[in-house]
């Protein structure tokens, strides 16, 4: 059977070019552009691939599955917004640039049909080239922590450091048919489900293959390469910020089964700039039975000071890993100094788990956070790594709390291509999403870390979002912007911090006007026992609802749990963001006549450790509360409710199915239905399904696909990815439902994930979505407005 395809009006809804990826250069002289298409052909998903160690493999590409098309990059020059396109091969796929310190040059990397390249171009001119006789490894991609491991520039800007394909890469083994083997005995391997492990010895060896890498200094410009080390499976390859030294890191056997490929058998090393004269860091085991929540054992979150010629740092658990452990302190930290001759510096101990630090411009300042589960706390430290003992408290706060969240460090590439924490002074630059009760407000702020005063330099105008991108090179008084309202798309904007003159920088059209008359407006009301919840209340356009009469209404929510009934009431939805339609997203069904409640509050609060034991009182609760405040407004009609949701969405959707019966139909995507199938926790439930067998059993809706006499659309794609949304989760659901004499559609995506990508696939998804609306809730009109 062909694909569906959802009514002509709607197609610009998925063929509306997405907002260019922003990508400011260092010094704020330059912003580059990544132009996406919005949706790619399923043919470019049908790709045969291989599920190797938690990552999908490209195998005729050697390099990781891709699954968007990005064809163009351009450079805008923020003093006078002239736009060039880099000089590109037409219709190539293109990576994420990458800027030199500089702020001028910048690398990308380029798809061949042998493998990645990598281009460099000057933003001045669009002038670009390749850099002749390389290929790109990108299969391991970057490390664990987010850092990109594929190639960067050098700190001194003069060369990349790449992770290269080898000249000659082994052939693939052969796919020979094999018994499954495995074997356990006294082995604590409590983890999440994961997908795509390796499963046998063919697995492994080609994993090798497609993952081996030489690690390598390369001249921008001739390509001249001084290769620094053997072939080995690379992810980590920078240098220290004089220049003196590398930090690598890389795996090797053993492998394992049970987990993805960050957390096998690796090896920390620091080498001479040149490659010689390596020093063992840490040579860590295979990390598969790191317990519940917790972390592994041995230096973890390793990287250089950024303002100390040549020290690392890092983090050790003094707990096992074990968050559940007794233990007066977490956490130990440690720096270690060139000559790398020595012992490691301890530091000094956290009696919480460290989350990570930031780097001051000031010699040894950071910022250290440090996180507290069972209180649901962040903590940030000043601390002088020169003197251990002096720390002070900078934030305190809960981890639930939106309102009080003070932003978040913005961070600044020098010329020296270190990377710290923008800074004046003993002042910091935060920038913050800025949740009020009215809605977002991002904000920019500048923070004194010794008196703690803050100062707003700068804050969105009622009525509108402005996120700062950072200063641009006109100096600390002019700020590049995002802007965007209800009625204006995003677009770039330079803007003085001293008063209201600004001036547009790129002039992006809205991409569906045709579309965008829907009005939208928050809501809030009380669940009933003192929570309140919000939503944002999508009409179609040119309804009144004094006039129009009520709509039928399609619910769209996805649960969060919190600690407190303050916290959870706090409003996190944005007021004043453009309406952009998008074919997964809930808006789009004002086209067809219902009142959408999009991310409704969902709030399960109580203690973290047992909170889901009331997640089913409290979720009926929620929706009843927020069908009962539309219906009083005069808005909705009671009696045509859909509710629907993706993810643990979906798998709330199941359940308000299974256990109301105030909803007359739902749509399922891409969830998990069975518990048991998720044994050793699932989002953020802490304890297993030996530990909790009564709490799992009630709120799995498979168990209870009896009582779901609603009729349910399930949605899901055929190689769904994410830990515990495994396809047969909905399958299962429906043949449980099938089985009951209930109502359902099952619909598997051939080649998507746990998003659905394809343009075809997008459009079957939204026609099955309004048939199932119009079939359940009645035909709302015979004409779209």
């Known amino acids: 059977m062909p694909y569906a395809a959802p009514p002509a009006d709607i197609m610009p809804v998925i063929d509306a070019p997405p907002t260019p990826t922003i990508s400011p250069a260092p010094g704020g002289r330059y912003v580059a552009l990544v132009h996406h298409e919005s949706h790619p052909p399923v043919t470019m998903l049908a790709r045969p691939y291989l599920a190797l160690a938690g990552i999908r493999v490209d195998p005729s590409l050697g390099a990781r599955r891709r699954l968007r098309r990005a064809g163009r990059v351009s450079v805008l020059r923020v003093s006078d917004g002239q736009e060039r396109f880099l000089d590109l091969p037409a219709g190539a796929q293109v990576g994420t640039p990458n800027w030199a310190p500089d702020g001028r040059r910048l690398a990308v990397t380029v798809d061949r049909a042998d493998g990645v390249g990598l281009w460099v171009a000057d933003a001045e001119t669009g ?96 390509g001249e390469r001084a290769e620094l080390g053997p072939p080995r499976l690379y992810y980590g390859l920078i240098d220290s910020p004089d220049g003196t030294h590398l930090l690598v890191q890389y795996l090797h056997r053993p492998f394992s089964f049970l987990v993805p490929w960050f957390w096998f058998a690796r090896t920390a ?43 690392l740092a890092w983090a050790e658990a003094l707990d096992g890993g074990d968050p559940v452990a007794p233990a007066d302190s977490r956490d130990r930290v440690f720096r270690f100094a060139a000559p790398f001759d020595g012992a490691p510096e301890q530091l000094f101990d956290l009696r919480q788990r460290c989350l990570g630090w930031y780097d001051l411009d000031a010699p040894d300042q950071v910022l250290i956070v440090e996180h507290d589960r069972d209180r649901r706390w962040l903590t940030t430290w000043l601390a002088d790594l020169s003197a251990p003992g002096e720390r002070q408290v900078v934030f305190d706060r809960s981890a639930d709390d939106a309102y009080g969240d003070p932003g978040s460090p913005v961070l600044t590439v020098h010329p020296d291509g270190a990377q710290t924490v923008l800074s004046d002074g003993t002042a910091i630059y935060l920038r913050g999403e800025g949740a009020t009760p009215a809605g977002k407000r991002p ?32 100096g600390r008084e002019e700020v590049l912007l995002l802007h965007e309202s209800p009625v204006e798309p995003p677009n770039l904007v330079v803007a003085a911090l001293d008063g209201p003159a600004s001036r547009p920088l790129t002039s992006w059209p809205d991409p569906h006007p045709e579309l965008t008359r829907i009005s939208k407006r928050l809501i809030t009301h009380d ?43 706090q409003v996190r939805a944005g007021s004043f963001e453009f309406t952009r339609l998008t074919p997964l997203g809930p808006a789009v069904f004002a086209l067809r006549g219902y009142a959408v409640l999009a991310d409704a509050t969902m709030p399960v609060i109580g203690d973290p450790e047992t ?16 069908i009962r405040a539309l219906d009083e407004a005069g808005i909705i009609d009671p009696g045509r409710v859909a509710v629907g949701g993706h993810s643990y969405g979906a798998f709330m959707t199941a359940n308000l199915l299974a256990h109301t019966k105030e909803f007359a139909a739902g749509i399922a995507r891409s969830g998990a239905y069975n518990r048991t199938l998720t044994p050793f926790g699932f989002q953020t439930e802490r304890r297993s399904y030996w530990e909790a067998p009564e709490v799992y059993d009630q709120v799995s809706p498979f168990r209870y696909a009896d009582r779901i006499t609603a009729p349910l659309l399930l949605i899901h794609g055929e190689q769904d990815a994410n830990p515990g949304t495994y396809p047969i989760q909905s399958e299962r659901l429906y043949q449980a439902i099938q089985g009951n004499g209930g109502t359902a559609r099952l619909v598997m995506l051939p080649h998507e994930s746990h998003a659905y990508l394809a343009r075809e696939s997008v459009m079957q998804v939204l026609a099955e979505e309004f048939g199932w609306l119009e079939r359940w809730l009645s035909p709302v009109q015979d004409e779209p407005a």
Not at 163 to 168: G, S, V
Not at 275 to 298: I, K, W
Not at 466 to 471: A, N, S
Request: negative net charge.
């Open 443 to 474: 904000f920019f702020d500048l923070f004194d870390l010794v008196t703690h005063a803050s100062t707003r330099l700068h804050e969105s105008p009622p009525g509108a979002v402005e996120h700062v991108i950072g200063f641009t090179g006109a």
């Open 127 to 222: 002038v670009a080239a390749e850099v002749p006789g390389l290929t790109v490894c990108d299969v391991l991609g970057g490390d664990p922590s987010g850092g990109n491991g594929t190639f960067r520039w050098s700190r001194d800007g003069r060369s990349l450091l790449v992770l290269a394909a080898p000249t000659q890469r082994q052939p693939l083994p052969e796919p020979a048919p094999e018994p499954r083997l495995e074997e356990t005995s006294g082995k604590l391997s409590q983890l999440a489900t994961y997908t795509d492990l390796l499963r046998n010895p063919a697995d492994e060896a080609a994993f090798e293959v497609l993952a081996l890498s030489v690690p390598c200094r390369i001249d921008p410009v001739t």
């Open 611 to 626: 909170m889901n034991d009331t997640y089913l009182e409290q979720i009926t609760g929620a929706a009843r509360a927020h």
């Open 527 to 569: 669940r009933g026992d003192g929570v309140t919840l919000s939503g944002m209340l999508f009409l179609p356009p040119g309804h009144d609802p004094a006039t129009g009469g009520r709509l039928p209404l399609v619910l769209w929510a996805y649960p969060f749990d919190y600690g407190t009934v303050d916290t959870a009431g």
């Open 269 to 311: 090393e620091v080498w001479r700039a040149d490659g010689s004269a390596p020093v063992v860091l840490a040579d860590l085991p295979v990390s598969d039975e790191v317990p519940r929540q917790g972390v592994p054992t041995g230096p973890r979150l390793i990287g250089w000071v950024e303002r100390a010629p040549a020290t």
